[in-house]
C-alpha cells in the first residue's frame, strides 16, 4: 500500500549542527566525523582495513591505497540527510572492491587504448589525492586542463607522474578523447527562454568541449564561423550559445549567472566561468574575484560583435 514505507535499516545520518569543519567546509564537524566513521567501517566490512590520514582529507589503507573522502562528502553536500547512509556505503564499497581490480599498469596495450579517456579538470584539481598529473596534463584555458584516466566498471583511474611515464601520451590522449567524445548523451535541451542550449550526459560529458566542433556540429549540425560562448559548470553538463548575432551580449550574461548557480550547487563542479570557442581554441572570457564573476571579453571577442553589430 502507498501510504504504508519500508523501515530503513543501517546507520541514519546525525542530527545537523553548526560548527563547520574545517577540511570540509560545506558539512558541520559531527558531519563529517560520521561520514568517515561510516566509510571506515564500510571498507572494513569489505575487507579493507583504512585509517584517517593526518590531513583529514583521504583514509589510508594498510596496504597504503588511498580513499579519497571529498567526493563523498561533496555528494552528501548536496544530497538530502536520509540518503547518506546510501551515498557513503555504495561509495566505499564500490572503491573496495576495486583494491582487487588490475591498475593501469596491469593493462595490456589494446584494452588500456580501449578503456583510456580524457578529462577536463580545473588546474587547481591536478595535485589531488597526492596524485601528481601535470605532468602529463595539457593547457585548455586559464583554469582548465586536460588530463588521462582510464574508466573501469565501478572507479576512474587517473594517469599520475609515474604511471605516465614511458607511455605514448601523444597516441593515449587522441585514443582518449575518441573515447570520450563517443561517451553517450542523455539530453539535449534548451532552458526556458531558449537562450541556452544544455548537453548533459555522463561524467565525460564536460569533456566533450575539448572536441568542441564534434560537440557543436551534434548539438547545433550547422557551421560556427565565430564560435560558441559556453560554461562547463559541472562534470556531467555543458551550456552553449552560439556567437551569432549582437544578441549573444545578453546570452553571456545569462550563462554567467546560469552557470554559477550549478557550480555553486553542483556535487562534481568543474569551473564557474564563461568561455569562448573560435578556431579550436578555448579562451576564458570571465573572472571570479572576491565571489564576484565579471565578463572580460577577448579582444578578438569584442572585434566579432563589432562585425555582427555592422
Known amino acids: 500500500m502507498g501510504i504504508f514505507r519500508r523501515r530503513r535499516s543501517g546507520p541514519s545520518a546525525p542530527e545537523p549542527s553548526d560548527r563547520p569543519d574545517e577540511v570540509f567546509g560545506r558539512l558541520s564537524a559531527d558531519d563529517v566525523a560520521w561520514i568517515r566513521g561510516l566509510a571506515q567501517r564500510t571498507l572494513g566490512e569489505n575487507g579493507v582495513e583504512a585509517t584517517v590520514d593526518e590531513t583529514g582529507a583521504d583514509l589510508i589503507g594498510s596496504d597504503g591505497m588511498r580513499f579519497a573522502l571529498d567526493n563523498v562528502m561533496t555528494t552528501c553536500a548536496s544530497a538530502p540527510r536520509s540518503d547518506w547512509p546510501q551515498i557513503v556505503t555504495h561509495h566505499f564499497a564500490a572503491m573496495a572492491r576495486t583494491t582487487g581490480a588490475p591498475s593501469v599498469r596491469d593493462l595490456g596495450r589494446d584494452e588500456l587504448f580501449q578503456r583510456v579517456r580524457t578529462r577536463l579538470l580545473p588546474v587547481d584539481a591536478l595535485h589531488m589525492n597526492g596524485l601528481d598529473l601535470a605532468t602529463h596534463s595539457r ?57 541556452l542550449t544544455f548537453v548533459a550526459g555522463s561524467v565525460y560529458t564536460a569533456s566533450k568541449t575539448l572536441s568542441m566542433a564534434n560537440l557543436v556540429d551534434r548539438v547545433f549540425g550547422r557551421d560556427m564561423p565565430h564560435g560558441v560562448v559556453f560554461a562547463v559548470p559541472d562534470r556531467n553538463c555543458v551550456l552553449l550559445h552560439p556567437v551569432e548575432s549582437i544578441d549573444v551580449l545578453g546570452a553571456i550574461s545569462h550563462l554567467a549567472g546560469t552557470a554559477e548557480r550549478i557550480f555553486t550547487d553542483a556535487a562534481w563542479s568543474v569551473s564557474p566561468n564563461v568561455y ?35
Open 139 to 195: 593547457p585548455v584555458a586559464a583554469d582548465l586542463a586536460a588530463v588521462l584516466c582510464v574508466d573501469f566498471p565501478e572507479t576512474v583511474s587517473y594517469f599520475d607522474s609515474t604511471v605516465a611515464e614511458g607511455l605514448p601520451i601523444d597516441e593515449l590522449f587522441r585514443a582518449g578523447q575518441i573515447n570520450t567524445d563517443a561517451e553517450p548523451i542523455e539530453e539535449i535541451g534548451t532552458s526556458d527562454d531558449g537562450v
Open 276 to 310: 569562448h570557442w573560435y578556431r579550436d581554441t578555448i579562451t576564458r572570457i570571465s573572472t571570479v574575484d572576491d565571489d564576484r564573476l565579471t565578463i572580460v571579453p577577448t579582444e578578438e571577442l569584442v572585434e566579432i560583435l563589432g562585425r555582427l553589430a555592422g
